[in-house]
């Protein structure tokens, strides 16, 4: 199969295909479905991980994701000061802060979803 019919054979891929509202956006999906077909044997299935694992897959994700805005941060703070770049800086700060909120978020879902299992399923 093509990279675009294994998107469209699986539901996740496909329903985020869906969302997607740029050409860039469809290209980077694409591209990143190679690299993972060409690492695992299979595009992405919910049976690979269990809730904690997925919790746990997605923060790490995001850390990196993280890692590369303070790095985008960084090298634009290093350019001229144009008004442009202070635009730019504070988008990318807000969407650091962002990242932030959802890996805090994360955790204390993958908290209460621990302890229901502790203490049993209400």
Do not use: F
């Amino acid at each position: 199969m093509t990279i675009e019919e294994e998107i469209i054979a699986n539901d996740i891929l496909r329903e985020l295909s869906q969302l997607l509202t740029t050409s860039y956006q469809k290209e980077v999906l694409a591209l990143q479905t190679g690299k993972g077909l060409a690492k695992y044997p299979n595009t992405v299935n919910t049976e690979d991980y269990s809730i904690i694992g997925w919790i746990d897959h997605n923060v790490q994700g995001l850390m990196d994701s993280s890692v590369y805005y303070k790095v985008l941060i960084k090298k634009i703070e290093l350019e001229t000061l144009s008004k442009r770049n202070e635009t730019i800086l504070y988008m990318l700060r807000e969407d650091l802060q962002g990242n932030l909120v959802r890996m805090q978020r994360l955790e204390n879902i993958r908290n209460s979803y621990l302890e229901e299992i502790e203490h049993g399923q209400d």
